[in-house]
């Protein structure tokens, strides 16, 4: 079973579905969470979720922006003394809609916060958890970081970058007790795959009727916790000899 207590977890994109249930699973097992968004207000009604569990900091953060990235991790030291765990999960859908029609400005913010925002929060944290021995990492990639989709060619390109920065850097690493994986989800249940149903619907549509879950094997969406259940596993010591690995949370996707 894992245990996580004493340790000192750090999550990006920690006001969103995903990373504030994860936040919620690693506090039930013992851990001290910092939780990252670029959102105060957000990240505050987070907090308040998450009041009563254990030992919560909130760090308000550009991810995109590596002052904003070195500050949230040194906050992070300065409160816990560690980070054992980094969940690297901020990321946006982006426009969607046919590649010819989509903007640069689009095309870049994607990428941005999708692709950069990993690179520096792998940057900046891989070297702290080096020097204390190791740690891992579990970087936000999508089903969508293996496969294809129309007309959502931003976020597949920049998910797809996660696969492969995932695979580099766990290779550069392997040698230090730090290990990088990352994590696939399918549709999963949050205001994110409402808003991507909303951009299929397009300005006319019904965004109700897309359903995402006839396309999944299992028959139904992910819940956030199916995600953050398999995050908790690859940060815990019973994960040690895993790394460099990419693993679908798919109810059976990619099997097809």
Known sequence: MTDHRGRGVLITGGAGGIGAETAKAFLEQGAKVAIVDISSEALERTKAELDGL???LTITANVTDEADVQRYVQETLDAFGRI??????AGI????????????DDFDRTFAINAKGVFL???HV???????????????????????SPNVLAYIGSKHAVTGITKAAALEMAGTGVRIN???????????????????AGPDGDPDA???SAAIPAGRL?????IANVVVFLGSDEAEFVTGAQWRVDGGVGAR
Not at 182 to 200: L, W
């Open 222 to 226: 992910a819940t956030p916790r199916d």
């Open 126 to 148: 891989a070297p702290v958890m080096a020097a204390a021995g190791g740690g891992a990492i579990i970087n936000t990639s999508s089903e969508a970081g293996l496969d294809g």
């Open 84 to 89: 054992d765990v980094f969940f690297n999960n």
């Open 54 to 56: 254990g030992e919560v």
């Open 182 to 200: 990352s994590v696939h989800p399918s549709g999963v249940s949050t205001e994110m795959v409402k808003r991507i149903a909303a951009g299929f």
């Open 93 to 104: 859908e982006g426009r969607m809609g046919p590649f010819t029609d989509l903007s640069v």
């Open 121 to 123: 929060g792998l940057k």
């Open 210 to 212: 897309i359903d995402f």
